[in-house]
């Protein structure tokens, strides 16, 4: 795992110090809010609330561009979203929506792909995905490159499923692998659109490395390192670090 990456993260969420196990200094955390009454309160009311206004807020302009997204989706013939089960708070289902990336027959076609090349298998039982997966299609390979593919998901916020900021949502078959990691966190919260993982390890660390960046948000969600992520999402996106 990087744990660079991991380091620069906890220091943020848990307060900064001291790694004892490398012997150098974290950078500063964000600061804490006072009290032990206000740490409570942001993640039982306060990030439900920032949810809901920064949705609704962002929605009049994100609509009219899902619209013409999917319609540069539904070109092909197949369908323009893409509705899939995830794993959400508490470890109950939802379905989770997209702008579908891939060909129609898409989990047919992976099948038939781990079944016939092992190095394939090999690289997806680590990563959960494929760096170089022939089921994209041309326009699916640029909305993944952007995180476009996502922007549905603002339904989800909407509805309570996920939150804006968040674990990164898992398929209930990556259940197991997630627990075997020691993810407990994940499921305390909403899955979120953007968050740790997401901004710190995001292209860089194996599927269960994703369990320590939970953990680590989990223990101490603030209305500061939320306002942290979302800033620094843009910043990713402009990377074009998708796959």
Known sequence: ???AALDV???SALGGGRDRSRGRALPPACPRPDGASAAR???ALGKRALDLALALLMLPILAPLIVLLWALVRADGGAGFF???R???GGRTFRCWKLRTMVPDAEAALARMLATDPGRAAEWARFQKLARDPRITPVGRILRATSLDELPQIWNVIRGDMSLVGPRPFLPAQAPLYRDAGGRGYFDLRPG???PWQVEGRGKTAFADRAAFDNVYAARPT???DLLY???TAKVLARRTGQ
């Open 193 to 195: 659109i953007t968050g």
């Open 83 to 85: 509705g899939q089960s």
């Open 87 to 89: 794993i959400g708070r």
């Open 223 to 225: 209305l500061r390192l």
């Open 1 to 3: 795992m990087h744990d």
């Open 9 to 11: 993260f906890a220091a």
């Open 230 to 232: 979302l800033a620094r």
């Open 41 to 43: 309160l942001y993640p």
